[in-house]
């Protein structure tokens, strides 16, 4: 890299301001390296084990940019000219020595959660002219610290885990002043690993011999890098306690908040009851070997943080028996509380504790069950992004807060989807900001699968977690450039950036897993417009290959250039197999090549994966195991199985090929992108947002804040927006409203908008009509598979000509993606046809 500024071009989040770590001398800047120099690093004996490790890291990240090892000294304070002082508040009595003497300034620091400050101190102690002090108000304050300096230096925190190269330095300089992050929003952040056979559990075990401790310690390095704390381990017949005793020791150590999946009570992996439960998973016949499964399970834990799972589901993360009832729970809860007093010797209120609405659990609370107000009420996505409830605005506050357990990865209907990332960060921003604002703040969880290939949505939601009031709605694409900068260098941050958001938008039209050659629409040339944006976005990225140095191979076709390969493949794949249908109804000439050529398509997929696992030197074999082609159902296939194509016997008179349909742009319908309203009328607090490049065509638009109370009655002046519209006829018209499936979270009557065209009156229309969130309800599959809810409202013209289409608000998180009115004749496709129309708006 060759910019003056270091950080300004690697920070993973410096929008709002450029580094503090620069490659060229400021005034009163503080030298880290300089002509083959290193200042000394020093932190106390006395600090805790993580802080200590963490200083080694840093001593080799300013190796990895400078090709200079800094010494690192635990006993004696340095001396020198210039010195970095690592510490803990209350741990480093260096540190707390400078707090007294008022050489550092730690207000808004001690005392608090994770805070950091990093500050150039004069004249800190006798003989020390400068010193660079890092230092927390507690542990992973510290941690955060060292990290935060590590990454303003140019290392990613992705440089092991996806191998993204260091660019290196000639010099390192931090610039005078004051630098914190001030406190996490969300108190405790994590990634659940889980889903993790095939991909993780094979390359762990052939890398680390198991999913043990030796690959663990990578990741909560990683986790930590990304300032997030918390972990849910593993657990597909992985037990982390009980497979390696150095797991839950090193998390620890490390600084990690350990915790277990949702339906695995008192630190107890689900696999240690297979292991050595005795008798049947069940409260009711079985409760004293449960509660000593669970003592055990809290023993073990001793003083290490954890946030501690309580509750009960059935064996295997099913459902309870239906006799089970909340009187029973609730003693469930009761009883796992004291021996968690019992186990810990305090009272059960002091250990952190959660208890998630998972799936039917949420019934249970919704009938009444309740647990102490201490216990974190973990809420729930519906396993498809789309966040199932929140707390009412105006409850009594909660002294355990809320929490949110949200998927980039699932195992379950209406179908698994474990490959590739499909969770473009738009709509991540959406659901989480709209948590967010409903007061959920203790705990942030997201299913990560094997973790890779989920890099960039990780380091989002971890950043977002971090201060959601720092990303607004229309920054997400700077974010996402900006990560492709920290990745990649400024050069080509640009077109990476919008590589990688148009590929998670693209896969989430419907996850690849649920893909077949019938999804688009072949008449209407839908199919051939989405292989080609799949095949230009594939050229773009391959062009930016050509183009990078050796050294970023690796990392950019883990990052970027497989999924697209992949992913541009698997369409082209099915787009090839319905074609060859369409040409076997009628005996084309084109039907054997077609077939012959979907066959080439699938080997070539199985191509994609073997060279990923090739990858680095064989680095990351198995992560690219997990078979994706042939589902019937929800479970996935043991094997990639090849779709059905049709060869026309040998001798079959062949018939001529006809043209390749295409779409009308114009017709008895208007197609418009919701974002491209003539105009948007707000009223009060209520104003209309953008989300820009949410959902599955362009952006979206909503209304903030989320908060705001219905508009019962929409109509007048009240907020909607108008979109200039033009058909050909008067009378019947369909509405077709096009909408993020956001569910009812409110768990009122379901979320409403309203829609009208010219001086009608409103029609108020429910979108979670016969819709909830549970594997068999149709609507939900639909909504969930097609990622999108499709209303409609009938309308009559009084002429032909110009309209106006009136969107109105009624409820906060209706997130409307496109509108079509419909006079007749719209031919059935996936996406709705294209814009034919820009609400009179120049576009
Ligand atoms: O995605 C989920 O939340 C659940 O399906 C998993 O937590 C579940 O426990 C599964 O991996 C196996 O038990």
Request: include cysteine; hydrophobic fraction near 35%; charge should be neutral.
């Amino acid at each position: 890299m060759t910019g003056l500024t270091v950080g300004a071009s690697q920070a993973a989040w410096a929008i709002d301001g450029a580094s503090y770590v620069t490659s060229k001398k400021q005034k009163a800047s503080f030298t880290l390296e300089a002509a083959g120099k290193a200042a000394p690093l020093y932190a106390s004996a006395s600090d805790w084990p993580g802080v200590l490790r963490a200083a080694k890291d840093l001593q080799a990240d300013i190796n990895r940019v400078t090709s200079v090892t800094p010494t690192l000294t635990t006993d004696k304070a340095p001396t020198g000219k210039e010195v970095v002082l690592i510490g803990t508040i209350g741990k480093s009595p260096l540190i707390d020595q400078l707090v007294r003497d008022k050489k550092l300034d730690v207000s808004g620091v001690a005392g608090k959660w994770e805070v950091f400050v990093e500050q150039v101190v004069e004249k800190p102690m006798p003989g020390v002219d400068r010193a660079l002090v890092i230092a927390g108000s507690d542990k992973r304050g510290t941690i955060y610290g060292i990290y935060d300096l590590s990454k303003e230096m140019g290392v990613s925190p992705w440089y092991w885990w996806a191998d993204v190269p260091t660019p290196t330095q000639k010099a390192l300089y931090v610039s005078a002043g004051r630098h914190t992050q001030g406190e996490p929003k969300v108190k405790y952040r994590g990634i659940f690993i889980n889903d993790e056979a095939p991909a993780l559990s094979g390359w762990s075990k052939e890398k680390f011999g198991g999913v043990n401790s030796k690959m663990y310690v990578h990741m909560f390095e990683l986790i930590l890098r990304l300032k997030g704390n918390y972990l849910w381990p593993a657990m597909w017949g992985n037990a982390f306690s009980d497979d390696d005793p150095q797991n839950p020791v090193l998390a620890d150590e490390y600084g990690i908040v350990m915790g277990t999946s949702h339906h695995e009570p008192l630190t107890r992996a689900h696999d240690e009851w297979r292991r050595y439960g005795k008798g049947p998973w069940n409260y009711q016949t079985n409760p004293e070997v449960l509660q000593e499964f669970w003592r055990g399970g809290m023993k073990r834990m001793g003083i290490r943080e954890n946030v501690v799972t309580v509750g009960m589901r059935g064996d295997g993360d099913e459902p309870m028996s239906e006799g089970s009832n909340i009187a029973l729970l609730e003693k469930i809860v009761a009883d796992q509380r004291k021996i968690i007093a019992e186990t810990t010797g305090k009272p059960a209120e002091q250990t952190p504790q959660m208890w998630a609405l998972y799936k039917e659990v949420q019934d249970y609370y919704d009938k009444g069950m309740r647990v102490p107000d201490d216990v974190t009420l973990l809420l729930c996505d519906d396993n498809w992004g789309n966040i199932r409830k929140l707390p009412k605005l105006g409850d009594k506050p909660r002294k355990g807060g809320y929490g949110i357990y949200y998927h980039f990865d699932y195992v379950g209907g209406p179908r698994n989807y474990k490959w590739l990332n499909t969770n473009p960060l738009p709509r991540i921003w959406e659901q989480m900001h709209l948590a967010y604002e409903y007061g959920v703040n203790q705990i942030w969880i997201v299913n990560v699968g094997d973790l890779k290939p989920m890099e960039l949505p990780i380091s989002f939601f971890l950043d977002y977690a971090w201060n959601p009031d720092k990303i607004k709605a229309d920054q997400v694409a700077a974010y996402t450039r900006q990560w492709a900068a920290q990745q990649f260098g400024e050069k080509h941050a640009t077109e990476i950036g919008d590589i990688l958001a148009k590929y998670a938008k693209y896969n989430a039209r419907r996850k690849p897993e649920l893909l077949d050659a019938n999804t688009y629409s072949l008449a209407t040339g839908e199919w051939a417009t989405v292989v080609a944006e799949y095949n230009q976005l594939l050229a773009r990225a391959e062009a930016i290959n050509q183009k990078l140095p050796a050294a970023d191979r690796d990392a950019y076709f883990e990052l970027v250039l497989h999924p697209m390969l992949a992913c541009a493949n698997l369409n082209e794949l099915y787009y090839t197999v319905a074609l060859n249908w369409e040409a076997a109804k009628t005996n084309q000439a084109n039907t054997n090549e077609l077939a012959a050529k979907a066959k080439a398509l699938f080997a070539k997929d199985a191509e994609i994966s073997k060279r990923y696992n090739a990858i680095a030197g064989g680095k990351w074999n198995h992560m690219m195991d997990q078979t994706h082609i042939g589902y019937t159902y929800w479970q996935q296939p043991e094997v990639d199985k090849m779709p059905q194509v049709v060869t026309l016997p040998a001798g079959t008179t062949p018939a001529p090929v006809p043209p390749t349909p295409s779409q009308p742009a114009t017709g008895s319908f208007v197609s418009i992108e919701a974002e491209h309203y003539t105009q948007a009328i707000n009223a009060g607090s209520v104003t209309w947002q953008r989300l820009p490049d949410l959902g599955r065509t362009a952006g979206a638009v909503t209304t903030f804040p989320v908060t705001a109370a219905p508009t019962e009655t929409p109509g007048g002046t009240s907020p909607h927006l108008e979109y200039r519209i033009t058909l050909p006829q008067a009378g019947p018209v369909t509405v077709q409203a096009y909408l993020a499936p956001t569910l009812n979270f409110t768990n009122g009557q379901g979320l409403r908008y309203a829609v009208s065209i010219d001086d009608e009156t409103p029609q108020i229309i429910n979108l979670h009509t016969g819709m909830t969130a549970d594997n068999g309800n149709r609507p939900w599959e639909k909504a969930v598979a097609e990622n999108i809810i499709l209303k409609t409202s009938q309308h009559t013209l009084s002429k032909p000509g110009e309209h106006v289409l009136k969107f109105w608000r009624v409820d906060p998180a209706v997130v409307l993606e496109k509108l079509v009115v419909d006079q007749g004749g719209l031919k059935p496709s996936y996406l709705g046809p294209p814009e034919n129309a820009t609400g009179g708006k120049s576009k």
